[in-house]
Each structure stands twice: as structure tokens, then as C-alpha cells.
């Protein structure tokens, strides 16, 4: 009897581990999401405000990691995504990241943009050449078209290597689908086709 009752105590102690565990696991995910959106949608309301070299804003060089970029659309997907400055694990849990050293928006060289699979490139699955990318900065919005997309290992650092051309980079893991760290990665390059101003 005894030890039964043991037993008892003992898988009801750890079912409720579990579900302690189980909590603070949804709990986590839940403030990720939502740091996420506020960051989103706060960076968003900036830029749609900013003026052209209001400090901290844009892609200079040195400028500082988690800073805001601009924005990526690229509309036949309906994607949309707030754009940082670095690629930290931080950087890219609040948004789409822009890998130091490159190119800002609409400058001549490789401009490389960088997220998740599961999240803010989720929908870069279904990308196909011809697709119309852009890249809203404080100083107007520049328009990429789609050349080509390429799966290659992480080591081929050759894809994001300076361009004497204006091309743009998009860079996430792949499979999709895939289960935990993904092997490989998804590459977009596209070409720049124009920009548009913006008029205060």
C-alpha cells in the first residue's frame, strides 16, 4: 500500500512538472510573438514618420545592431516585414536582418537580407522569378526584381559577397519544413529595377 501510494505521489509530482514546464514553454513562445508584433508594428509607425537622416535609422555603416532598416514587401506573397540591422539571434527573432558590411537599400553592391523559415520568410517557399521585391528605407523605396533561387550549403559564403552591380540577396534556412537547425539554405537573388523617392 505503501508503495503505491509512493507511486502515486510520484507520477503526480511529475505530471505536474510537466505541466509547469508546458506552461512556461507556451509562456515563452507567447512573449517572443508578441515582442515580435510590438517591435513590428512600432518600427512600421517609425518609418512611415522618419525623415530622411534622423539618427538611428537606415543602414549606414557602424550603425548599431537591432536598429531600424526599413521594410520588405514582396506583394504577390504578401509578405511584409520590418527590417533590422545585424542578424543576431535577438535581431532576427524581431524581424527580417540585414547582414552587416553589405549594401544598404537601393546602393550599388549585395544588399543581404536574412530570417527565419518559420517565420517572417515562411512565405519565400512559394517565390518565383519575375516577382517584384521592396525595400522601403527612410530615403524611398527600391524596387528588386526576382532572378533566380538556389539551395546551397552553409559554408557557400560566396552568395553573399560583394557585387559590382545593385542586386539583392534573400537568405533563409531550408527545408521549410524541416524539423530543428535546417541544413541547408533558401537563396533569392534578385536585380534592382528602380526606386521611388520619397517627398516631405
Given amino acids: 500500500m505503501r508503495v503505491r501510494t509512493k507511486r502515486n505521489r510520484a507520477a503526480a509530482w511529475l505530471e505536474a512538472c510537466l505541466w ?110 519575375g516577382d517584384k521585391v521592396r525595400v522601403k528605407a527612410p530615403d524611398g523605396e527600391y524596387q528588386y526584381s526576382v532572378d533566380s533561387t538556389s539551395i546551397v550549403q552553409p559554408n557557400q559564403i560566396e552568395v553573399i559577397r560583394p557585387s559590382d552591380d545593385a542586386i539583392l540577396t534573400l537568405v533563409t534556412c531550408y527545408p521549410f519544413t524541416y524539423i530543428g537547425n535546417a541544413p541547408e539554405r533558401f537563396i533569392v537573388r534578385a536585380h534592382f529595377t528602380k526606386s521611388v523617392e520619397q517627398s516631405f
Fill in 20 to 129: 509547469i514546464a508546458g506552461c512556461l514553454s507556451i509562456g515563452y513562445c507567447g512573449f517572443i510573438w508578441g515582442r515580435a508584433q510590438f517591435d513590428q508594428a512600432q518600427a512600421n509607425w517609425t518609418l512611415e514618420h522618419v525623415l530622411p537622416g534622423d539618427p538611428g535609422i537606415g543602414a549606414p555603416k557602424g550603425a548599431a545592431e537591432g536598429s531600424l532598416v526599413g521594410r520588405i514587401d514582396i506583394p504577390r506573397l504578401d509578405l511584409s516585414a520590418i527590417v533590422f540591422e545585424g542578424t543576431s539571434d535577438d535581431t532576427l527573432a524581431r524581424g527580417v536582418g540585414h547582414l552587416r558590411g553589405t549594401a544598404a537599400p537601393g546602393e550599388r553592391g549585395n544588399l543581404v537580407l536574412a530570417g527565419h523559415r518559420d517565420t517572417f520568410f515562411r512565405e519565400l517557399r512559394g517565390i518565383r522569378e
